[in-house]
């Protein structure tokens, strides 16, 4: 073979390699026993003195538990976030400094079943009725705390 021939075999796969690595990135992989997407997890931070849910399977149909879903559409800005159902889903303890979420764990949605709270999320503030769940999208951070005696949930 000529040099100008393994020049371009070499250029050859050199091209398929970065092509096959851009895919590998690009592409959303399939859905982890998690659920996490190609933008992250969805984790649940709790800073307050309540112990509150979580859930990771919201919707299997091999859930043992129900939840009240607030937002099933997964926005949390007003009036487009308002889509409630009733959805089968395995609800999840989540004590004082907990967190629950990444590393191939995706939490879906959070509540506090004992006590109502709010929903921070760029500007807004949706009051939330005790055992009603916030769905949250795969990329979304969520840090909850006890302010005034309120419990605050920040979605970032």
Known sequence: MSLRGTLRSAARAATLAVLAATALVAVPQSASAGGCSALG????????????????????????????????NGSLEDPWGYNWAYMKCTQVSLGRDQKRGGNGVDVDAFTFNTRSYLVLHNGTQDPVGKGVWTKIRDYHAVRCVEKRGSLECTVS
């Open 41 to 72: 997890c969805g984790n649940v931070t709790n800073n307050t003195p309540v112990t509150m849910h979580t859930t990771v399977g919201l919707g299997s149909s091999k859930a043992k538990d129900r939840c009240d879903v607030w937002n099933n």
